[in-house]
């Protein structure tokens, strides 16, 4: 799903976790209590309190620095063709800003963004479905009951693939792209392509993908990989992921026009791809976000259970070779390091990503995107007209020796999370 993206990140997890000294200090995902118990309405009906344009207010009640923000907005600005930033803390928008065809009522592809959604809705599913699969995580789900379409087994070695392994990649799976790299308790395995996802047969080339290592002895970035643990919650519960995430994620937290990605070109896909291309407005991805900070909780609602909240930013044990835990990279290891350790996120293709910051009371969400990424023909949502085109003839800074490197890639995203952390001013 991601590409390139998905390359530099695979790449610079491997770096990073031989840059650390150990596995770093566990960080749960504890509930940040709020002052108030603020949740806000749906945007029909209000939306977020904000502070946004008010400068003073920003500083007095959400603790921000509305200068370094502007500063941040910089890097979304040079590092992808379309892009936003929204930031929100202590519950309240203090910060909403886009460029090129980014908006707060678009839909974009958001990529490997939506394997969070995967991730969570998988949590949601283990509580709900708790009789159907009773050992959790620690299910092995290649199984007749959980993935019949998967017999006859193509290689034994997946009898062995947990859904915690598939939800922190560490099932197994080949690595994506041109030049796929796995991690071996921090030790970078370079490994030839593979075929992977065929997005016209999305569920067998998912789970016929091949494997590169016994499960749970390495870390691959796989987008088979949560797209099979989405087959399984489509068998236990018997309802399609778009569908299962539309009544106990959306319409809970009063989510406005979203969708997937399934139209492509002549092709409509019959299910939603678990490894993403989930398409929500601007301001339910914070919803989303602020939901996982609240730690699962919507309003008087454990929408999510808060200890799988509590799993998704600290070192798993289904994963113990990258800083990766159910679809999250996370910064326990402090290989971000103007962020603090609690911090966790998930980025796509185009520079994309939601992140979650319990222990600033923050969440932010950055915006990307190349123009086909906007295309309302992928999800066959009306769209807002496109009224800035600016940016049609835009193309990403060239990496030099006087720049801090590809802004349009991972190192933008970080480099937004700890620009938007150092705006704090508590």
């Known amino acids: 799903m991601r590409s390139r993206a998905s390359r530099r990140t695979q790449i610079g997890l491997v770096l990073l976790t031989l840059l650390s000294s150990g596995a770093g200090t566990a960080v749960a995902a504890a509930a940040a209590p709020g002052a108030d118990g603020y ?26 620095d509305a200068r370094r923000l502007d500063q941040a907005f910089t890097i979304v600005e040079r590092g992808t063709q379309n892009g936003g930033l929204l930031v929100v803390r202590r519950g309240y928008l203090a910060y ?12 974009p592809d958001m990529a490997s963004t939506g394997k969070a959604y995967t991730s969570i809705a998988c949590g949601v599913m283990l509580r709900e479905f708790k009789d159907k699969i009773p050992a959790g995580l620690d299910t092995k789900v290649f199984t007749e009951a959980y993935l019949p379409e998967a017999f006859p087994l193509d290689d034994p070695r997946r009898a062995q693939i947990t859904l915690g392994q ?48 016994d499960p749970g002895s390495g870390y691959a970035y796989a987008s088979p990989s949560p797209h099979v643990a989405s087959m399984v919650l489509r068998r236990v519960t018997g309802t399609e992921l778009q569908d299962y995430i539309r009544t106990r994620l959306a319409e809970p937290m ?28 601007a301001t339910d991805a914070l919803r989303f976000g602020y ?43 402090g290989h971000v390091a103007g962020a603090p350790a609690d911090a966790f996120y998930k980025s796509g293709a185009g520079g994309f990503a939601v992140y979650v910051v319990p222990s600033l009371d923050l969440v932010i969400y950055k915006m990307g ?21 600016s940016r049609e003839a835009w193309q990403p800074i060239l990496r030099t020796p006087f ?7 991972d190192d933008g995203i970080r480099r937004v999370l700890e620009m938007v952390c150092a705006a704090v001013q508590d």
């Not at 806000?40 to 921000?64: I, M, Q, S, Y």
């Not at 909403?96 to 839909?107: I, K, L, P, S």
């Not at 906007?374 to 807002?384: E, I, K, R, W």
Request: proline residues 10%; hydrophobic residues 30%; contains cysteine.
């Open 39 to 64: 949740f806000p309405p749906p945007d029909r009906d209000g939306g977020w309190r904000t502070v946004v344009g008010d400068a003073a207010k920003a500083r007095e009640l959400a603790g921000l």
């Open 96 to 107: 909403e800003r886009y460029v090129g065809r980014a908006g707060r009522d678009v839909n």
């Open 166 to 213: 598939l939800l922190c990649m560490s099932a197994g799976y080949n690595g994506e792209g041109g030049g796929p790299v796995g991690v071996v308790r921090g030790v970078a395995k370079p490994m030839k392509p593979a075929p992977g996802q065929n997005i016209k047969d999305l569920d067998r080339s998912s789970l016929r993908s091949p494997l590169w290592c």
């Open 254 to 281: 009063g989510w406005g026009a979203w969708g997937y990605c399934l139209h492509r070109g002549d092709y409509d896909m019959p299910h939603a791809n678990g490894a993403g291309s989930i398409a929500v407005h």
């Open 291 to 333: 939901c996982l900070l609240r730690g699962g909780r919507w309003g008087d609602k454990q929408l999510v259970p808060a200890d799988y909240v509590a799993l998704c930013n600290q070192p798993s044990p289904y994963n113990p070779h990258a800083p990766f835990s159910l679809q999250f990279e996370h910064n326990a290891d």
């Open 369 to 389: 995107g190349r123009d086909n990424q906007y295309d309302p023909a992928l999800t066959g949502l009306p769209q807002p007209p496109v009224t800035d085109h």
């Open 403 to 409: 720049n801090e490197g590809s802004l349009s890639g």
